[in-house]
């Protein structure tokens, strides 16, 4: 079955430090990947998106996420955490073809130490 | 991307009561998506509603309790129907842009 983990529920660090948020999918082929970051009281904001091409993707607010094929892997990373940041992250995928339906993990949500 | 709206941003309402939330796009889409989210959970689909056609029912979820309408490519209504407590949630519609799904800012519902 077609599946999304994020493994850490929680994750706290502080600020300036670097942060890596994991994201592990089942699919039989390679879907589409997105992260996505939803603050308190707001709704989901596209933080960056995968399609093809360059493993490493560039996000917007200093992020970005390295897809890694042989590991089904879609990790989130920043060098540097700004208080700002603190919020809950949720990384997607879809499929390439067909339904266009969404599967979202479960969300990992970041608390950062001033 | 998108810029979207949705109206009420939040509400509190009685047990038993319907409540309509539009979702208004800048532009126009196909495809617009209808999610619930419970508190402290991830989202859950209820329905995709493409213009012109009848909206698709994720399982659990059934076109007497969430009605939808999607009068044009901008514009989208999710109802959520004889309210009780356990649909306390926030709602979010989400168009679809070419392969990407933008999210409204959501509407906080609480059920008494």
């Known amino acids: 079955a077609q599946s999304v983990t994020q493994p850490d529920i929680h994750i706290t660090v502080s600020e300036g430090a670097s942060l890596e948020l994991r994201c592990n999918y089942s699919y039989g082929a390679t879907p589409y990947l997105f992260w996505y970051v939803q603050s308190p009281g707001q709704g989901l904001q596209l933080l960056l998106k995968?399609?093809?091409?360059?493993?490493l993707v560039q996000g917007i607010k200093g992020f970005e996420a390295e897809f890694k094929r042989s590991q089904s892997s879609f990790n989130l990373r920043k060098p540097s955490v700004h208080w700002s940041d603190a919020a809950e992250y949720f990384c997607a995928v879809a499929p390439s073809s067909g339904t266009y339906k969404y599967i979202f993990g479960t969300g990992t949500r970041l608390k950062v130490l001033a | 991307s998108a810029v979207i709206s949705q109206k009420p941003s939040r509400d509190i309402c009685q047990r038993g009561t319907s409540l309509t939330i539009q979702c208004q796009v800048d532009s126009q889409v196909t495809m617009m998506f209808w999610y619930r989210q419970q508190p402290g959970q991830s989202l859950t689909l209820i329905a995709t509603?493409?213009?012109?056609?009848?909206?698709?029912?994720e399982s659990g979820f059934v076109i007497d309790k969430f009605p939808i309408s999607r009068p044009n490519l901008t514009f989208s209504t999710l109802t959520v129907s004889n309210m009780s407590p356990e649909d306390s949630s926030i709602y979010l519609c989400?168009?679809?842009?070419?392969?990407?799904?933008?999210f409204g800012p959501g509407t906080r519902l609480l059920v008494l």
């Open positions: 989400s168009p679809r842009v070419g392969e990407t799904q933008y």
């Open positions: 995968y399609f093809s091409g360059d493993t």
């Open positions: 509603a493409n213009q012109g056609s009848e909206a698709t029912y």
